[in-house]
């Protein structure tokens, strides 16, 4: 009787799993179309446009939380995250009501997108979003070593760094090249799945550009070419935001 329990007891944990995610996905991208506006507004320092939009961010994870907080009881780690993205965005709103600058909300954001990618990575998750957050780590490294930079002020450690973490980024790139975009799986029209192919295609331009220029080792041209990583790829992470009611 106890080996004919086992295997029961696992379908059930595998069918309960897979619906649960199946379940998830759907409202992680509904989630993160209202972070993105989100994170991308406070970090250009909108401020009536952060407030709406952190807001409308909590009231979503209300939602989302009620639903999903207590699905995954033999994960440890599942509850804890949620503690975490509810913390993080407590703060934001806590920041966006004090009238505090709404950049720094922006820090307070940053991280849920982390928490939910490894939340997803552990249970096979696909989701074309964690690559680009993947990608954004070592991009923005990069990007940080030569911003504000010139050819005189560009350092051979700043070089080095790029140097060392250009590989990193073009293996964290592959994911996203590899990875299928579905418009209809992330809320996208058409017109959209297609301006973000077209970003992706000019991403994998400038990180060529960024190992050409290395290897002609000219400063000014790896200062240009390594902040030039920044901009496109911020245009396709925000592809998948709806900004519509902010007005932006």
Known sequence: MKGIRTPLILMAAMLLT???ANDIRHDMVKFDRIYIAALALTSQGKTEESRKAVNALQKEW?????RHNNVNPRDAQWKKDFDHVNGML???VRIVASGQKVTDAHEALEHVREVFMQLRQRHRIDYFIDGLTGFHVPMEAIVLAAKDKTANTLTDA?????TKTLPQAEQAWQRVTAAKLDAADYLLTQAQADDARKLIAL???ALAALKQALD???KARITQAAVALKPNFAKLF???GDFKPYGA
């Not at 700043?158 to 790029?162: E, S, T």
Request: charged content about 30%; cysteine-free; hydrophobic content about 50%.
């Open 238 to 240: 925000m592809t998948f």
């Open 18 to 20: 897979a619906f649960a």
């Open 203 to 205: 991403e994998n331009t």
């Open 216 to 218: 002609s080792s000219d």
């Open 62 to 66: 209300r939602v989302f939380k009620d």
């Open 90 to 92: 407590d703060e934001a």
């Open 158 to 162: 700043d070089i080095a760094l790029i």
